[in-house]
C-alpha cells in the first residue's frame, strides 16, 4: 500500500517518537482526504506497531445535509476496516454564539475536547491528526499576517504531549496522489473551497500568487521556517521553565505572582517565555493569545508605574466573561484571571453563616458585656466590633461597587473604597475578593481591613456586635 508514502510516515513516526509498541490510538477522521488518508496508512502499521485503532468523528453540523453525508462516509469506513468509531454531532454554530467565540475558534475547542474525551474514556496513549505539510506552511504564513511571535511561527507541533500528526511531513499532492492510486473514496468539504475564512483565503488566493510571482518553492520555505523555530522554542522553553521557577512566588488557579527584581535581570527573550509560561497555566494553553498581549506586558514592567494595569481580557470557552489581567507594584509584576463574578449575601440575623463559595463562614454574636479597651486593642483584622445600635438588619456582605465610600475609623471626612485599598498597597487583582458589609446601604466594614467611623464602639455605647470571618474546610 503506497509504500512511498507509507515509507514516508514512518520515517515522520520514527524521527519524533510518536508511537509505541501496543498503543491506542484515537484516529480523528472527519471523511477528507487527510485525515482518510491517515487512516488507511496507520491501518496498514496496526500489525507491525501492534496498535489498538479507534476512529472519532465530530460532525459540526455546519453543511447541513452535507454534514450527515460525511458522518455516515465515516461509519461505513469504520465498517469496512472492522474499526470502532465514536461520533459526536454539534450545531457548532448555536454553540459558537452561546459561548461568544468565533466559529473557528469554537469548532476547534469542540473537537478538542471531544477527542480527548474519548482518549481518557478508552485509555488511549495517542490521539492521531491528518495535518500535512501545506497546512503547516498556511499556518505559518497566517500567524505571521496576524502578528505572532516566534512561538507561533514554529507552526504545528508534529507531537505535543498525546496529540501527534504522521503526516505533517507530506504534502497535499502527494497524499491525493496516493489515494487516487489506491482508489481509496474520501470526501470533499465544500466549505474549504469558499474564501470565507482565512486559512481559505491564504490557501487559495495568497498562496498561489507567492508561488507563482515570488517563490515557487514558498511553502517548503514556511516549513522549514517551522521546524527552525520550533527546535528555538523547545530549548528556550526548557531554560525559560527554569527561570520561571526562579521568580515565580506565588502559583495559584487564578493568580500567578513573579519577582520583580530578578524577572529585571533576565533577556528580553526570556522575559518573554517567563510571561507566556504564566499565562499558559492561567489559561491552559495559548490558543488566545498572539504577539501583542506578551508585549503589552513588557512595556507595563518598563514603565514601572505601580499600580497600573493591562487587561489581557478573552472569553472562555464556557461561554462566561473571563479577563486575564497583568498587574504591577514596586515589587511585583501579578498576572491574574478573573471571572464575572459578584459576591451578595444576606444575613439576616445573629450567629454563624457558611459563604460556601468563598470557603468562608461569617460569626455574629451580640455582646452585652464588654471593655471598651480591650475592643480599642483589637488587632485580629478578621474581627470587627461595632455599635450595634447603629447595625440594622438585614446586612450584606458584598463585592465593592464602582462610587463605594465610606469614613475610615480615624479620619475625618469620607474615602472612595478604591482610593483606600490603593493607598493599603492591595493588588488590583485582588480587590474585587475583599467583602463589604453594608448596613442600611451604609458601607460599615471592609472585611479585614478597617470599620467605620460612623458605626465605631463608643463610651455611650450600650450594645456592640462582635462579627469574625473565618476560612473554613
Known amino acids: 500500500m503506497g509504500e512511498g508514502l507509507l515509507s514516508q510516515v514512518q520515517k515522520t513516526i520514527s524521527r519524533y517518537r510518536m508511537l509505541n509498541k501496543r498503543d491506542r490510538v484515537v484516529v480523528a477522521c472527519s471523511g477528507g482526504p487527510d485525515s482518510v488518508a491517515l487512516l488507511y496508512l496507520l491501518n496498514e502499521l496496526k500489525e507491525k506497531l501492534d496498535l489498538k485503532l479507534f476512529i ?71 490521539i492521531a491528526l491528518g495535518h500535512n505539510s501545506d497546512d503547516q506552511a ?79 518553492k514558498i511553502k517548503e520555505v514556511l516549513n522549514r521556517t517551522a521546524k527552525i523555530l520550533s527546535a528555538q522554542e523547545r530549548y528556550l522553553r526548557e531554560e525559560g521553565l527554569k527561570c520561571y521557577r526562579r521568580v515565580c512566588l506565588k502559583e495559584a488557579e487564578d493568580k500567578i505572582i513573579l519577582d520583580l527584581k530578578r524577572f529585571f535581570n533576565y533577556d528580553i527573550s526570556l522575559k518573554r517565555i517567563i510571561i507566556r509560561l504564566g499565562l499558559e497555566k492561567l489559561k491552559g494553553d495559548l490558543t488566545q493569545f498572539g504577539f501583542e498581549p506578551i508585549e503589552s506586558v513588557l512595556k507595563l514592567v518598563e514603565e514601572k508605574k505601580s499600580g497600573k494595569r493591562v487587561d489581557l481580557s478573552k472569553s472562555s470557552i464556557s461561554g462566561r466573561k473571563e479577563s486575564i489581567f497583568a498587574d504591577i507594584t514596586k515589587d511585583h509584576l501579578a498576572l491574574s484571571k478573573e471571572k464575572e463574578k459578584r459576591y451578595n449575601f444576606l444575613i439576616s440575623n445573629f450567629g454563624k453563616k457558611n459563604l460556601n463559595s468563598l470557603g468562608l463562614e461569617v460569626n455574629l454574636e451580640k455582646l452585652s458585656d464588654f471593655s471598651l479597651a480591650q475592643i480599642r486593642k483589637n488587632k485580629d483584622q478578621n474581627v470587627a466590633y461595632l455599635d450595634g445600635d447603629k447595625l440594622k438588619f438585614p446586612l450584606r456582605l458584598r463585592s465593592r461597587k464602582v462610587g463605594d465610600s465610606f469614613k475610615p475609623l480615624g479620619f475625618k471626612g469620607t474615602k472612595k473604597v478604591a482610593d483606600f485599598l490603593v493607598d493599603k498597597k492591595v493588588p488590583r487583582c485582588e480587590r474585587d475578593q475583599i467583602l463589604l458589609l453594608i448596613s442600611n446601604k451604609k458601607l460599615a466594614w471592609i472585611a479585614g481591613f478597617r470599620i467605620s467611623e460612623e458605626f465605631k464602639v463608643t463610651p455611650p455605647t450600650k450594645k456592640v456586635v462582635k462579627i469574625k470571618i473565618n476560612e473554613t474546610g
Open 138 to 216: 498556511e499556518t505559518v504564513l497566517m500567524r505571521l499576517i496576524r502578528g505572532s511571535g516566534s512561538l507561533g511561527l514554529s507552526g504545528i507541533p508534529p507531537i505535543k504531549e498525546r496529540i501527534i500528526r504522521p503526516l505533517i511531513e507530506i504534502k497535499r499532492e502527494e497524499i491525493e496522489k496516493f489515494l487516487t492510486e489506491k482508489k481509496i473514496e474520501y470526501r470533499i468539504d465544500s466549505s474549504n473551497l469558499r474564501p470565507d475564512f482565512l486559512r481559505n483565503k491564504v490557501r487559495l488566493h495568497l498562496l498561489p500568487i507567492i508561488e507563482k510571482e515570488y517563490n515557487p
Open 56 to 126: 472519532a468523528h465530530f460532525n459540526h453540523r455546519l453543511r447541513g445535509k452535507e454534514s450527515d453525508k460525511d458522518e455516515r462516509f465515516v461509519r461505513k469506513l469504520a465498517s469496512f476496516l472492522k474499526l470502532k468509531i465514536f461520533v459526536k454531532s454539534i450545531e457548532v454554530k448555536k454553540e459558537a454564539k452561546r459561548r461568544r467565540l468565533s466559529l473557528e475558534e469554537c469548532a476547534r475547542v469542540l473537537r478538542y475536547g471531544f477527542l480527548n474525551q474519548i482518549a481518557d474514556k478508552i485509555g488511549a496513549q495517542r
